[in-house]
């Protein structure tokens, strides 16, 4: 069981960067691909993107591609989610997932969640 806490939303202004923070309890963590989604207000969750075990495979979604960064330290247990620069469109709940496998696209199999981080952006 690996549970997953998020870090690092808050209120901003469009233009600026945030850095979300995904920290696991297990060092197990490191064999899982880690995915970062958000939800808006009233939205469907959107998959943003995920990276591999050991961080040399990244995937990003076209839409915020240029504008989020995945990153990890298995020796810290975290991977994180740079967003940057920022737009009123990002205001969300951001929530990272764990699963295993080899496949960085595939949305099924993300059965560990973290609670989520809020982020909201004004212009």
């Known amino acids: 069981q690996v549970q997953l806490v998020e870090s690092g939303g808050g209120r901003v202004q469009a233009g600026d960067s945030l850095r979300l923070a995904c920290a696991a309890s297990?060092?197990?963590?490191?064999?899982?691909?880690v995915g970062w989604f958000r939800q808006a207000p009233g939205m469907e969750r959107e998959f943003l993107g995920a990276?591999?075990?050991?961080?040399?495979?990244?995937y990003i979604v076209d839409s915020v591609k240029g504008r989020f960064t995945i990153s990890r330290e298995n020796a810290k247990n975290s991977v994180y989610l740079l967003l940057n620069p920022l737009k009123p469109e990002d205001t969300a709940t951001y929530y990272c997932a764990a699963r295993s496998g080899s496949s960085l696209t595939t949305l099924v199999g993300y059965n560990y969640w973290g609670q989520g981080t809020r982020v909201t952006v004004s212009s």
């Open positions: 297990e060092r197990t963590f490191s064999a899982y691909i």
């Open positions: 990276i591999s075990t050991d961080g040399s495979g990244k």
